[in-house]
């Protein structure tokens, strides 16, 4: 080997080393890798978990529409549990002729008897007489009212919107049953109840 060659091995040399890595860029790469490799640790679901959440949001969205679309099965058992006690015998506790006698007669009532919304609508009848009830688990009244214009006996149940009865919120409608029609409306978070 020539000395020429011998210097021309030596530059190469010098320029390798010259080029090579500083220990902060070396710790830099091998902090990099450790934190590629977490990654890859990462349990297997762990990328699923956005895919799996917005399925139980489908799902029960699902569960609301069908448990919306089932009130009206609710009413008609409503509906069907007032028109019994409608039919039924059973004595009043209070003989009154207004809602301000039945609320003073039924002191331990949470809510008031006296209607606002459909008001007129039961101007038209006279109420007779009163008693507790309960309706799917929640206080109610059980009034008996006369049509003043046709002198029939009806009855007008009032309970409070709570519990299952919540279901029935906002869904004003009539239910027509074999023996009787049920009227159902809410007013003031209360259950309205005309069977005629």
Known sequence: MSTNDEQLDQC??????????????????????????????RPWWRPWMPVAAAAVFVML???????????????????????????????????TSSFDGV?????????????????????????????????EGQQGVHMRVRNRATGALCSLYVASLNGPLKELKSSDREVH???????????????FALVE
């Open 12 to 41: 190469i040399r010098d320029c390798f080393l010259s080029e090579c890595l500083s220990a902060a860029s070396v710790d830099s790469i091998l902090a990099q890798g450790k934190k590629e490799k977490e990654v890859h640790d």
């Open 61 to 95: 969205a699902s569960f609301e529409i069908g448990r919306r679309y089932d009130v009206s099965q609710f009413a008609q058992k409503v509906a069907g549990e007032i028109v019994m006690r409608h039919n039924g015998a059973n004595p009043f506790d209070v003989e």
């Open 103 to 135: 609320q003073n007669g039924l002191k331990d009532l949470a809510f008031s008897v006296t209607p606002h919304v459909k008001h007129g609508l039961l101007s038209a009848y006279e109420v007779v007489g009163a008693r507790y009830c309960f309706l």
């Open 177 to 191: 049953l074999a023996a009787n029609d049920v009227t159902l409306w809410e007013d003031s978070d209360r259950l």
